[in-house]
């Protein structure tokens, strides 16, 4: 890729000052954690948020640096064995669910890191040297801003006192809701998948026509007081409504609520905080999200009816809600960011009933970044959107987030779906 | 369902006729079960020989004579609780990891109970009440004769003694095979789903159109020879090849071959017998099969792929090869029922890339045998054809067999497919 | 061991009458089994009956005729890896939590075997060979009948049917039970440990010296209307009346009531029937026992305790009560086996204090036999007396059996102990 | 107890100095570990540092503050839940192996929750109120020493990279080891438990008798040039050595040497050592020590002898080595410690073969604090002496320290004995 096609990755400025913008946005979101903050990992699942600090720079030092600038001198030879997280082609590495035990290096000391493999980046890019991979690296870096906010978020969760790490939002305000109404599509041939300029990743393409059946969408995503209704309902207790890998994730865990439901609060990066009945619900696992939809008599959407209604609206690149200096709008509606009125991008990510599969003609990417998405490609569900931790630039019509069934420590929530 | 309409459903003969079939084989292919024998469970994926006959006779009982014979007095009053699989709406159920568990009823008393449904069912099918229902528990009861060969064969591996159910074969020469060559398919919109008169599940529609590339599928299925050069060349042990939770399985279970295989053998219904180089390899997970065809340069099909072949073959009504009378014929190539020299029937199911999921405007099939396909649309992968241990008569294009990609005790094969 | 010796272990009768009687009662107890119950495994400290028919046939097979018997052909050379316990000397055997997965040999085949090693063993008993080894192995046979007995119980509990495998006690009264008193030892020296003639295991000695100090126990077993006080009193509730392990183990697994107790009821082997209230209560694990102490506030007694009072009473040899004709006496108070009013032996087995650890100057039993009792010596606890299922003439004041401190399927209860 | 009384338990100066100095030396203790370092757990047996000072602090806040020191203002009201450790009588408390989940408080808001308690602290001992539990405070915080040394070393073994919270031992020269001896006993009567002026726990008595017969104990311990003699005969390799469950826990484990072994080197709190071959062998298993001593011909003490031998030295209150000015002392042989010539405090902890369980009389203590030692009465074994990591002052021949036979975290050694 020449520095001419980088630069249209990047269509709001330079590739340099995108990298510098996207760095300074993972030290600005980690500053309010100690040291001990950043070290603990509260489940497999999630990783300390010191990891992320390092994994995306060890992402940059590998595949960049270390290829393509002579002379560069890795900042540790030992620390690639900890922050690779899954290239088998890069060697041997820390067990996953081991993560959390590594108090040395310090924060510090990775802050450190970060700076030295910024001074290496950062000539190297005004130069052009493999400006897709630089892109590519600070997309997995947005992707991984989102995860240390979501990881954190569970981490300080565990904490029985229920520590915050933003302050209380001063101005939580109810929401105030436009009045729902459904969006609908005739049916047809769709145009589906990345078709712009700008970065994507490999999974968003390539781009292809799908069949669709006349449907509509609603307008807005189910709200935690609609959701209060469901479980009112017994909506949690009646196994008719779920699938059944659903009910028994249901009967394992105990799961009556969205995670981290109690009475009438929820927990924030704020602490526990009184719960918005008009904010979207989030924190909700596919199961029940597919439990709610036949509750209501509806359905979830296809990931290809989303994005049609998307690329209608032409929402294709809305901006993400997340601002660092805002951290306190986290967790809540966040009402700016539905542009349309339609609440696409920026709230929650929104589950649909379409398992994450390769699309018609898929070639993961070459060299070892091609270990990126396609190896994900059994057992998880897609989700379209983007929530309020989303980086903003982050967010396109054609992404294709993917998690488990029953993961819900995401921003994850739901629109519900019909065929007309 | 009017009894007009039940004989189209029955094509070849009176649905009278169809179900004194059907459960006549049942019993046959217990025959040569002790009590013991069709009493374990071998894994809570498996059920025991016993648990088969007596479930899927409570279908019978449940969904039909409960509610459409007047004064029809139950066989016991407490074995429903013993033989419901999963259906929530008829109440509470043994749990299924223990069903192993249950030595009385004997064998014998449950083909009393069989004998007494039977003679109860068979003037309430002449007189034409709920046709369909009749035809869906033949249905039923065929998947799980399917089921009861493959946990059968399952439990006695688990002796280290391997003991045999069936005759050796006599006969059991090499396979002659056609010459491998590519189907092609020039793409376009095709029509996938149930659409012939005949029985089908709910999942099987409604047909509906689909948007196709151009692609190709192999002529014949990977045979055992081609999986031994797969294991040379280091297949089992290249994290490269596999999806990531493919390669999790690997690494947790040690898995370096088909299951069933050891040496130049395998695990038969007939005992350890050697392997026919020639026939399809089976018993492998999509884990394994999706590696395969990475490795060989290709891919796996999707399920409208695989139909669209199908459909274009006229094979809609291809039976199976599967004859009480052959045991022996089980767990090789069945090539008389590969028809068409394209072996899509009668051999081994055929793994999918496509997740099993709901067609467009998907309704299950309305009261409680509704809970019959729809519940288990998350995490599974879609089969297509039929093995050679398919009931005759149970298999179809629109079929939709799913599986957990892990799961392996089924006839599962592979075919390869490419874009052209 | 010297035939003459060999008299000795059995007083009552020749050694080779006592082997007669010992394996005909092995087949007697396994009459009223099927093929089916007999194979099944309820869980991993359980063995099926076939096994236990099987295995201690197996011990008289490979430590006496293989060794001694010159010619002996073994009865099928692959069996013995199925029925090996433990013994590491002897080679490879079939996973101990796999043993339920053995429907062949089926039970007929596995008397055949029973009678193929009898017919060789009874002439060289005859000749004397080895007297020790086989007064052991019957011994060894013994400790199995009981095991077979309590295996069972728990496999058929399993069932919700709840079968039974002997006939409901037609003359089940309730029992009378003399008044409680506290039997008084001034302490001081005790000798303790085998020191009579008649077979032993290795573990019961060295006979040795210990110093008690005053104590007192109590004449009769603790009884089942007293556990309803416990029950009523919370004590399932208090975590301050159990040890720490023990309430984990309550907690972990919901225990409020000892085993096979449902309302009024126990499971027994003949079905479920009313509890008696003055019987002893049984199926109770040593963090129960210790609980049920504490809160009536006395405690358990050690075993030198116990065996100090026991051969007070002159008791050493006392029979257990167990008739295979009379297998409607299991499960409840076998009042004439209690002899001298103390209840030591044939009602349950009990727990006492003391670990088992080993006896001042123990040595294993010379060879391969040798790994029979002292492997086990860690985390179990002893247990006095007989229960209603151990066979007439194994039991002893020197007995030591022992279990883990959370198992309970078998015949135990409680006496209790207080300082004077 | 009176103030009176309350000087005799510290011998060596005022409860008040004791008191003061117990808590210096558990911030010294923690000194050289960051936030992030105190904050983790590595399993479930080992607690974060912080924890430990915070429970100590909380022992006293809840069990003297609270009840004696009228206006006593607790430090933070949700603390309590967090820093309980077991206490049912004291309330709800944290999941034990969530402990390394609390980021917050921070280290430096856990010292000053020392300070704030311990300035509450001293006018009341120095009052002399409740100098009993004062002394037990002060005892069960030298315990917590202990393990917070442990934990951390299990900690920071942990991570790939090694790293060391004490310096490297400048002068770790080779141990001079005295040649072993046999340590004789004649047998006979001995007293053992508690049975001077000073603190002991409530189960180290009361005195009592005991019946011993002639025995030996080696006058040195086991080393680590010992150990690899066994290694290299193949010790881990033969299960006719070990215990029947320490069989199944080498082979569930895949164990092979003692714990933090690598090639010729050992992991220690100054990172990874070469491995001293005269020092006594440290972190083994009570199954390890037990199978040694079965293939070296010998066996292990029970918990009387080794006190007998004790005794007999005048070693009742032999001080232990500890020294947290050198911390570079630790996980090596502390020569000086040894005494006597026969190393029985300040090396290593020495597993006995004797299981933990109450003496005769055993009494637990009155009130809260009686949930201190009794409750663990059930599958763990005694050890006997004092490591080189156990508080000075805190060691003396009636001293119980008891741990599963599996566990080998801690300082653990052994020292055989023989039959004379």
Same mark, same amino acid.
């Given at each position: 890729?020449? #520095?001419?096609?980088?630069?249209?990755?990047?269509?709001?400025?330079?590739?340099?000052?995108?990298?510098?913008?996207?760095?300074?946005?993972?030290?600005?979101?980690?500053?309010?954690?100690?040291? @001990?903050?950043?070290?603990?990992?509260?489940?497999?699942?999630?990783?300390?948020?010191?990891?992320?600090?390092?994994?995306?720079?060890?992402?940059?030092?590998?595949?960049?640096?270390?290829?393509?600038?002579?002379?560069?001198?890795?900042?540790?030879?030992?620390?690639?064995?900890?922050?690779?997280?899954?290239?088998?082609?890069?060697?041997?590495?820390?067990?996953?669910?081991?993560?959390?035990?590594?108090?040395?290096?310090?924060?510090?000391?990775?802050? #450190?890191?970060?700076?030295?493999?910024?001074?290496?980046?950062?000539?190297?890019?005004?130069?052009?040297?493999?400006?897709?991979?630089?892109?590519?690296?600070?997309?997995? $870096? /947005?992707?991984? /801003?989102?995860?240390?906010? %979501?990881?954190?978020?569970?981490?300080?969760? /565990?904490?029985?006192?229920? +520590?915050?790490?933003?302050?209380? @939002?001063?101005?939580?305000?109810?929401?105030?809701?436009?009045?729902?109404?459904?969006?609908?599509?005739?049916?047809?041939?769709?145009?589906?998948?990345?078709? !712009?300029?700008?970065?994507?990743?490999?999974?968003?393409?390539?781009?292809?026509?799908?069949?669709?059946? +006349?449907?509509?969408?609603?307008?807005?995503?189910?709200?935690?007081?609609?959701?209060?209704?469901?479980?009112?309902?017994?909506?949690?207790?009646?196994?008719?409504?779920?699938?059944?890998?659903?009910?028994?994730?249901?009967?394992?865990?105990?799961?009556?609520?969205?995670?981290?439901?109690?009475?009438?609060?929820?927990?924030?990066?704020?602490?526990?905080?009184?719960?918005? +009945? $008009?904010?979207?619900?989030?924190?909700?696992?596919?199961?029940?999200?597919?439990?709610? !939809?036949?509750?209501?008599?509806?359905?979830? +959407? %296809?990931?290809?009816?989303?994005?049609?209604?998307?690329?209608?609206?032409?929402?294709?690149?809305?901006?993400?809600?997340?601002?660092?200096?805002?951290?306190?709008?986290?967790?809540?509606?966040?009402?700016? #960011?539905?542009?349309?009125?339609? $609440?696409?991008?920026?709230?929650?990510?929104?589950?649909?009933?379409?398992?994450?599969?390769?699309?018609?003609?898929?070639?993961?990417?070459?060299?070892?970044?091609?270990?990126?998405?396609?190896?994900?490609?059994?057992?998880?569900?897609?989700?379209?959107?983007?929530?309020?931790? %989303?980086?903003?630039?982050?967010?396109? !019509?054609?992404?294709?987030?993917?998690?488990?069934?029953?993961?819900?420590?995401?921003?994850?929530?739901?629109?519900?779906?019909?065929?007309?």
């Amino acid at each position: 890729m020449s #520095a001419q096609a980088a630069h249209k990755l990047m269509p709001d400025g330079s590739l340099a000052d995108h990298y510098r913008a996207v760095r300074e946005l993972s030290g600005a979101l980690a500053a309010p954690l100690s040291d @001990a903050d950043a070290t603990i990992q509260s489940m497999e699942d999630a990783s300390p948020a010191k990891w992320h600090l390092a994994h995306t720079t060890w992402f940059f030092e590998t595949f960049i640096l270390a290829d393509h600038l002579d002379g560069y001198t890795p900042f540790e030879a030992d620390w690639p064995f900890l922050f690779n997280s899954y290239y088998e082609s890069q060697g041997a590495r820390h067990e996953r669910c081991r993560r959390g035990m590594i108090t040395r290096p310090t924060k510090d000391e990775i802050l #450190a890191y970060r700076a030295h493999v910024d001074e290496a980046m950062e000539p190297l890019i005004e130069s052009g040297v493999r400006a897709d991979l630089v892109a590519l690296g600070c997309a997995h $870096e /947005q992707q991984h /801003q989102e995860l240390l906010l %979501t990881d954190i978020k569970h981490a300080l969760f /565990q904490n029985p006192l229920g +520590p915050a790490m933003f302050d209380k @939002a001063a101005h939580a305000e109810p929401s105030e809701r436009s009045e729902p109404h459904w969006i609908e599509h005739p049916g047809g041939i769709a145009r589906i998948g990345h078709q !712009a300029e700008g970065f994507a990743y490999d999974c968003e393409g390539p781009v292809h026509r799908i069949l669709l059946e +006349p449907f509509a969408l609603r307008s807005t995503l189910v709200t935690n007081c609609e959701w209060d209704a469901f479980i009112a309902d017994g909506g949690y207790e009646n196994p008719l409504l779920w699938l059944s890998d659903g009910w028994g994730w249901v009967e394992d865990n105990a799961i009556s609520a969205p995670l981290y439901w109690r009475d009438g609060e929820q927990f924030t990066h704020a602490g526990w905080q009184p719960r918005d +009945p $008009e904010a979207p619900v989030t924190h909700i696992s596919l199961f029940e999200a597919d439990a709610y !939809a036949r509750w209501a008599g509806y359905r979830l +959407p %296809t990931e290809g009816e989303w994005e049609a209604i998307a690329r209608g609206q032409d929402a294709a690149d809305a901006p993400a809600a997340f601002d660092p200096a805002a951290g306190n709008q986290l967790d809540r509606a966040a009402a700016p #960011a539905s542009q349309g009125g339609s $609440e696409l991008f920026g709230d929650c990510w929104q589950w649909t009933r379409s398992a994450y599969s390769p699309y018609p003609r898929f070639k993961p990417a070459e060299g070892a970044v091609g270990e990126y998405n396609g190896k994900f490609m059994s057992g998880q569900f897609v989700l379209k959107g983007a929530s309020c931790a %989303t980086a903003r630039g982050h967010s396109r !019509a054609s992404y294709r987030n993917f998690f488990y069934p029953h993961q819900r420590w995401q921003f994850t929530g739901l629109r519900l779906a019909k065929d007309i």
